[in-house]
């Protein structure tokens, strides 16, 4: 390619600077200026003429060149914007694929978030139906509340009136009361009887426990496991009638249940101020826990437990372990 | 711990149980007035569930079953009226108003707290101080008094751990000491030689019996009804819904509501469901592993001859895919005993305690 020529520098280089100051000292009011475009205009159209003028003159084959050379520039500038076109629409075609690919990725998140939107929704059918379950538990309590509070209010105003019937009951009661006098008088006699036959038996009782207290004392330190185990000793030594060591077993088999099932809930409560020590008090807690017989209240008994009954039973499997068995012991 | 008999003996007809749900009024005493019933008891003492079994003479089975849970609310005049007239159990102790039973469990996910529990992972829990007077009521109630003195009760217990440190001589005296106060006859069964009397009669009482538990698994390997190996592993369905809650951030007895409103492993439909089924999974395969250990170090384990089925039952086994799920993690364990069959038990939550039952009727 030719190098072109570079206008501005040309001027730059041809030209002086002078100031407006020098160019008023020299008596100019006025310049004319030329900008740069214009003077490239007036060089393009004096080269235009020139060649206008030669062109005439131009040979055969100086015109097969400049024709020659026009269709190479023309077939490198050709290639060079079907290169660029090409470039570009590769490019396209990229961003595409990209958009493409952006868009099953928005899909699936539309997908995930659908997925998701319907198990919401389940969950809040879900809690719909609990709260539908609820509101229906208040509004049975309510319900039920109002009945209570109604038979309440029945109960009492019967109350009141079998009170004031009991009343009147009274007042006549009394017109005959003098009449009981005599049975009051009996009744008293017999229970002053027994009251006395009662403190003799507690009189003997307390006779008899001093005693059983005396004899313990003479055993000096000996504890009740120790007891114990002297008389399993003396059961397994064989001393004895077989009766009495019969029933020292059942005796001891007594024992050790209620320890078994004493022991654990009396331990607890002995153990509460850190601990016990001795394994007596352990023992003794947990007999005197076992006779308390506490009793709990509790609706249990009357309210309904769910029963359901097998279609089929155990008979089979029953009737088959038993003739095992039987065989087994045969 | 058991060996109940020592039998041989020919095949009988399976005995399949279907339970007829429909409720039916119990009198105070567990029993319809006129009915009369065989002497002996068969009573599951389970972690999440008590379940007591009576025969008829018509050879009918009549469960009654009990949530062995409890809640303690505030007392007063109002609340006791309305409990008894609700038809929901409770008791007074210490001035607190305690609601026992299913009850309990429906208030603790209303008003989103946790059910107090008397058992855990399968014996009485020794962080509950009120839990004997509970329990003792409870089957006071399930049972009511014996139809003679002396009337014998077999009860269930758990079989010694094999990845725990205790051991449930404590918890076998409690109950053995209710029951007789109650005035029966106390004898104890392990709770998969229970599942064996129940369910295997089919194959001479031979096989593997696993009771799946809220508190633990407990494994039974009989031969001819004798026991030649049980033991227990310490997790079980509370040990899912623990997990799961803590997972999802709800209480544990919410936990057990969603496992309990039919989930099937094999299809979960959220995360909650997906939980469950994460925690089921790796529950089996924790069991399984201890078991398959537990086997190849025994010196008392049988050879049988033949291939032997595996029944599971139990509250915990009733989840819907559990026997593919303990299928699938089954092949993939090098098991030590060939087995034929992996099935659930036909009535999976009753199976302990009709085992019981068998074992007390068969010694009147």
Avoid at chain 1, 138 to 162: D, G, I, L, M, Y
Avoid at chain 2, 185 to 214: N, P, Q, R
Avoid at chain 2, 300 to 320: E, K, Y
Avoid at chain 2, 322 to 349: G, H, S, T, W
């Amino acid at each position: 390619m030719k190098e072109e020529i570079n206008i501005g520098q040309m001027i730059k280089s041809s030209t002086a600077d002078v100031s407006v100051a020098d160019l008023s000292r020299k008596g100019f009011t006025k310049v004319k200026v030329l900008n740069q475009d214009a003077i490239r205009r007036l060089i393009v159209e004096a080269v235009e003429r020139t060649l206008l003028a030669r062109s005439e003159e131009i040979s055969k084959r100086e015109r097969e060149k400049v024709i020659g050379e026009s269709k190479a520039t023309f077939e490198h500038l050709l290639r060079e914007k079907v290169g660029e076109e090409r470039e570009k629409v590769q490019r396209t075609q990229g961003e595409v694929e990209a958009h493409r690919q952006e868009i099953a990725a928005l899909k699936a998140e539309i997908e995930r978030l659908r997925v998701k939107a319907a198990s919401t929704e389940t969950d809040r059918v879900r809690l719909a139906a609990e709260n539908e379950s609820f509101r229906r538990l208040a509004e049975t309590t309510r319900s039920e509340t109002e009945r209570v509070r109604a038979e309440a209010a029945q109960r009492e105003r019967e109350a009141e009136e079998e009170s004031a019937r009991l009343k009147e009951d009274l007042e006549r009661e009394r017109g005959r009361g003098d009449r009981g006098e005599g049975d009051a008088a009996r009744y008293r006699r017999e229970l002053d009887e027994m009251r006395a036959r009662g403190e003799g038996e507690l009189a003997r009782l307390k006779r008899e426990l001093d005693e059983e207290r005396a004899k313990a004392a003479q055993q000096g330190s000996q504890t009740m496991a120790e007891l114990l185990r002297g008389l399993v000793a003396e059961m397994q030594a064989g001393r004895g009638t077989e009766a009495q060591l019969a029933e020292l077993g059942k005796s001891l088999e007594k024992l050790h249940e209620r320890l078994a099932r004493g022991i654990p809930a009396a331990g607890a409560a002995v153990s509460g101020g850190g601990g016990v020590d001795d394994p007596m008090a352990h023992i003794m807690a947990a007999l005197l826990k076992v006779d308390e017989g506490v009793a709990l209240e509790s609706n249990i008994t009357k309210v309904t437990v769910k029963e359901s009954t097998a279609k089929k039973g155990v008979s089979g499997s029953l009737e088959k372990l038993k003739a095992m068995q039987k065989r087994g012991g045969s | 711990m058991d060996t109940y008999g020592k039998v041989t003996g020919p095949d009988a007809p399976r005995e399949g149980v279907q339970v007829d749900t429909a409720d039916r009024p119990a009198t105070a005493a567990g029993q319809g007035a006129t009915t009369k019933f065989e002497l002996g008891r068969g009573l599951d003492v389970g972690t999440a569930n008590l379940a007591s079994a009576i025969q008829d003479a018509e050879g009918n089975v009549t469960i009654k079953l009990q949530r062995n849970a409890f809640i303690d609310i505030e007392m007063d005049d109002y609340t006791r009226n309305m409990l008894t007239r609700l038809n929901v159990q409770y008791v007074v102790l210490d001035n607190r108003m305690i609601v026992v039973g299913d009850a309990a469990f429906e208030l603790a996910n209303i008003f989103n707290r946790e059910t107090r529990r008397p058992m855990k992972a399968g014996v009485v829990s020794p962080g509950e101080k009120d839990a004997l007077p509970i329990e003792r009521m409870l089957l006071e109630n399930l049972l009511g008094k014996p139809q003679k003195e002396g009337e014998v009760c077999y009860f269930s217990v758990p079989a010694e751990p094999i990845d725990s440190d205790f051991n449930v001589i404590y918890h076998q005296g409690v109950f053995e000491g209710i029951l007789k106060k109650l005035g029966y006859h106390a004898k104890f069964l392990v709770e998969g030689h229970a599942v064996v009397f129940s369910e295997l009669a089919e194959d001479d009482f031979t096989g593997i019996g696993i009771s799946c538990g809220g508190g633990m698994f407990n494994v039974c390997v009989a031969y001819k009804s004798i026991p030649a190996l049980s033991f227990s592993t310490s997790r079980g369905g509370d040990w899912i819904d623990r997990n799961v809650a803590n997972v999802l951030g709800i209480k544990a007895s919410r936990a057990t509501a969603i496992k309990e409103r039919g989930v099937n492993l094999l299809s979960p439909r959220n995360r909650e469901e997906e939980a469950i089924e994460i925690y089921y999974r790796n529950l089996i395969q924790y069991a399984l592993e201890n078991i398959k250990s537990r086997f190849e170090s025994a010196d008392g384990m049988p050879s049988f001859p033949t291939a032997v089925d595996i029944v599971c039952a139990g509250g915990t086994s009733m989840i819907g895919g559990f026997v593919e799920v303990f299928q699938d993690v089954f092949e993939d364990i090098k098991f030590p005993i060939q087995v034929k069959n992996i099935r659930r038990a036909e009535d999976p939550l009753y199976s302990v305690a009709k085992g019981c039952l068998v074992a007390a009727l068969s010694e009147t």
